[in-house]
T-cell receptor
């Protein structure tokens, strides 16, 4: 079974530029997450999709971050304009919910490392 | 809001030493609990998970964790670590009926050969 695919793996941009990250979840996984992991910290949720609908985007800085999952499969996360503090690894994860309590675990991609200069 | 704390930022052990990494969470309801590991240069991988039943759960590579509900804890253990266990370990909590996973800050484990 193929894992969660992410690209690009690395990206270096200057502040105020824009960047986009792409994620392809595991086939059949309806739930998709974007996490931000700053060096030395645990992953922090940015946005969660169920199929192509947003479940939780309460921690997404909407003035500069946007995300979409138009057909309920692939997703893109965009940052525009980038700030120095956006330097982090952006992780995509997917989940196959099992039963009404959603007991499935998260499967992560390798992440996209962003450096903002 | 849920939160997860991990007791140690960096743990250094010699091979064959025993390991215990602490994890505490704050949430009053039913939770699902997870330990994830991130080996150098690799993606986050599931070590083990607890949903219900026996509070002592066994995972891959000889790891186990014990859920103590009264202490809101889910500590990770391994009786004898190997150099290949060098990695970052993250505890995560998924609250009842919720879909968000809240992660702890991580514990970096260095095992000296």
């Amino acid at each position: 079974e193929a894992g969660v695919a992410q690209s690009p793996r690395y990206k270096i941009i200057e502040k105020r530029q824009s960047v986009a990250f792409w994620c392809n979840p595991i086939s059949g996984h309806a739930t998709l997450y974007w996490y931000q992991q700053i060096l030395g910290q645990g992953p922090k949720l940015l946005i969660q999709f169920q199929n192509n609908g947003v479940v939780d985007d309460s921690q997404l800085p909407k003035d500069r971050f946007s995300a979409e999952r138009l057909k309920g499969v692939d997703s893109t996360l965009k940052i525009q304009p980038a700030k120095l503090e956006d330097s982090a690894v952006y992780l995509c994860a997917s989940r196959n919910l099992q039963g009404p309590r959603g007991t499935g675990e998260l499967f992560f991609g390798e992440g996209s490392r962003l450096t903002v200069l | 809001a849920q939160s997860v704390s991990q007791h140690n930022h960096h743990v250094i052990l010699s091979e064959a030493a025993s390991l215990e990494l602490g994890c505490n969470y704050s949430y009053g309801g039913t939770v699902n609990l997870f330990w994830y590991v991130q080996y150098p240069g690799q993606h986050l991988q599931l070590l083990l998970k607890y949903f219900s039943g026996d509070p002592l759960v066994k995972g891959i590579k000889g790891f186990e964790a014990e859920f103590i509900k009264s202490k809101f804890s889910f500590n990770l253990r391994k009786p004898s670590v190997q150099w290949s266990d060098t990695a970052e370990y993250f505890c995560a909590v998924n609250a009842n009926y919720g879909q968000n996973f809240v992660f702890g800050p991580g514990t970096r484990l260095s095992v000296l050969p």
